[in-house]
């Protein structure tokens, strides 16, 4: 029998390939990696690689649709917000089962995901959308405060700003605006011209990973963001598993996470969803249709022991319909920190990662930063120095040995 072959679409700049494509290795599978610019390598290996047209889905999805007519496709798997739409519109065209397109391009676009969770009765805070072009004095005088002023489409907490007076929301708005006419930001076009506002949810936040089958939820994992995230900007630094909320707060994040996938349309794959919790239970900050960012996916391992399996492993599996031996992921508590950038500079050295390595408990430090870089902190900034990995018998003990590990780094900036 042939081997099922996987179209993986993945931008340039993303830190996901080696951890997919190492997936795909493992299953044996035939890979075709789709980027979305020419590679010198497309011509001497056309099966291996191809050239789309990410901006242009229907485009692209009858190129690939007369590829497949030779080389046909078990999969399309797409690994961030908007390789979900582009795969919706492949699989659609190949009549592959996926999320519809209008449900993708929903989760992607903050302000349409609001409207869609409102109109379902899901606990989202009130909103209002602007353009970039508004006086802000106008929405400032009766802003509800606190607020968060937000992009539509940037991620990594990028251009989300906290302001608690009309001055505050004055100088956010007008921040945003500037982060927006950056050139990456601009390139989404109209959805660069918003700027969403929304009353600020205080609580405790979790993210919730999850896949979706015929609209039913099942949680990978549940993660604790241990770092008190009340603004003005909101660096994700730790990701802790498993949760230590109550098991009835749990129950209801999934719930209401489930509720909101629906809400959306999503049906189908990877949900990475972040919510609030307080008193008043639940709030759904966003709901994407694609698995934990960057590097992060290393935190999870479904299984136990020489079985045990990655999060992409897993996730390939489920896109074609393999069997996956166990969704539970293992014992162990599990842990990762985002490091963050402490200052604006050019990066000149990093010292101590050895030292960081050897602290009890850490599996990894990836530094992904380079020496010379140019780092820039929230809200301008959206790329970590790297990421630290740990594992512990409880939560609290995963989470202090990335203290630990960070409070060895010496980042010398200059
Ligand atoms: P991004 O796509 O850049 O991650 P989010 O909308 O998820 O943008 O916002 C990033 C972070 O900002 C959230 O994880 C949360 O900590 C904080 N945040 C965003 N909106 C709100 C809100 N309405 N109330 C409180 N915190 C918020
Ligand atoms: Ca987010």
């Known amino acids: 029998m042939a081997r099922p072959r996987l179209l993986l679409l993945l931008p340039t700049t993303t830190y996901r390939a080696a951890a997919f494509v190492e997936a795909a290795r493992r299953l044996d599978l035939d890979l075709t990696v789709a980027s979305d610019h020419a590679s010198v390598f497309a011509a001497v290996e056309p099966t291996a690689l191809m050239a789309l047209d990410f901006a242009r889905p229907e485009r692209a999805a009858t190129e690939v649709l007369s590829f497949a007519a030779e080389h046909p496709v078990a999969a399309v798997v797409g690994v961030d917000d908007d390789t979900a739409v582009l795969a919706a519109a492949i699989a659609e065209a190949l009549g592959l089962r996926h999320n519809s397109v209008p449900a993708t391009i929903a989760a992607r676009d903050k302000h349409r995901q609001r409207v869609l969770l409102i109109e379902a009765g899901l606990p989202v805070p009130p909103f209002a959308l602007h353009s ?73 936040e979790v993210a919730l990973e999850g896949l979706l089958d015929d609209g039913r939820l ?81 935190v999870l391992r479904f299984g136990e022991g020489e079985g045990a399996i990655s999060l992409e492993e897993l996730l390939l599996r489920h896109a074609l319909g393999l069997p996956v031996a166990s969704f539970e992921r293992e014992r162990a508590a599990s842990a990762v920190m985002m490091i963050p950038t402490p200052r604006a500079g050019r990066l000149s050295e990093l010292r101590g990662v050895d030292d960081a390595r050897a602290v009890p408990g850490v599996d990894a430090v990836a530094i992904t930063a380079h020496r010379g870089q140019q780092l820039v902190p929230l809200p301008e900034g959206s790329r970590y120095l790297g990421f630290i990995f740990a594992h512990a018998d409880a939560p609290e003990a995963a989470t202090r040995a990335l203290h630990a590990a960070h409070a060895k780094l010496d980042i010398v900036i200059t």
């Open 132 to 204: 970039v072009t508004d006086d802000p004095e106008l929405p400032a005088r009766d802003a509800p405060y606190p607020c968060v002023l937000k992009p539509l489409r940037l991620s990594a907490s990028r251009g989300v700003i906290r302001a608690d007076t009309p001055e505050e929301f004055v100088a956010a708005f007008r921040r945003i605006a500037r982060i927006l006419e950056e050139p990456d930001a601009a390139a989404c076009g109209e959805p660069a011209r918003r700027i969403l506002v929304e009353s600020f949810v205080p609580g405790a």
């Open 218 to 298: 099942r949680v990978l994992a549940l993660f604790d963001k241990p770092d008190l995230l009340d603004g003005p900007f909101f660096e994700e630094t730790i990701y802790v598993t498993p949760s230590r909320l109550p098991a009835a707060v749990q129950r209801a994040i999934m719930r209401c996470t489930e509720r909101a996938a629906r809400a959306l349309g999503l049906e189908r794959g990877p949900i990475h969803a972040e919510l609030r919790t307080n008193a008043r239970g639940p709030w759904v900050i966003e709901v994407a249709a694609r698995p934990i960012g960057g590097r992060c996916g290393q």
